[in-house]
Structures are given as C-alpha cells and as structure tokens.
C-alpha cells in the first residue's frame, strides 16, 4: 500500500475484455464499457494505504459521463474527495 498515488492514465475503451477483466473491475463498469481510466483508478483506490492519497488528471467525462457512473459511485463510497480541479 502507498500514502501516494499520482497518475495520469490512459483513456480509451478496452475492447474485448476478457471475463476475469469483467468480474474484477464490476464496480467501475458500466454496461460493459470497459474505460481504460476506470480500471487505472480502480486499482489506486485498492493501492492506496486508509489515509493516503490520490492524484489524478481526469478528463472531462470524468466529471459526468455516463460509462464512469459506477466508478463515480465506488469513488464517493470508498474514499473522500478533498479537491477537484478543472483547467
């Protein structure tokens, strides 16, 4: 586990995920759309020591697109959001 986690993910769509892809990441999915951003901050929510933090650039759909709604959600249920930042 980290106090930190800084990123700046790839985004884009995973095409054909596989079943295991799926299942681990369900509560970041929607509708099957599997966004490549969604899976990066997934996994910085579980590398994340209690406490520690998280940095992230996100775009825009980040804020209200319809394919991170469950990840929106996770984020709200498992973490604190401190600031958000739009350039």
Known sequence: ???LV??????????NPSPKILAVFAD?????????YALFFHLALYCAKPGGFIAFVAPMS?????????????????????ANYLI
């Open 28 to 36: 970041a999915i929607t509708d099957n759309y599997v966004n490549k």
């Open 1 to 3: 586990y980290y106090d």
């Open 62 to 82: 980040f804020i209200a697109g319809p394919y991170l709604g469950r990840l929106r959600n996770k984020i709200l249920r498992e973490a604190s959001v401190l």
């Open 6 to 15: 800084i990123s700046n993910p790839h985004y884009g769509r995973l095409r």
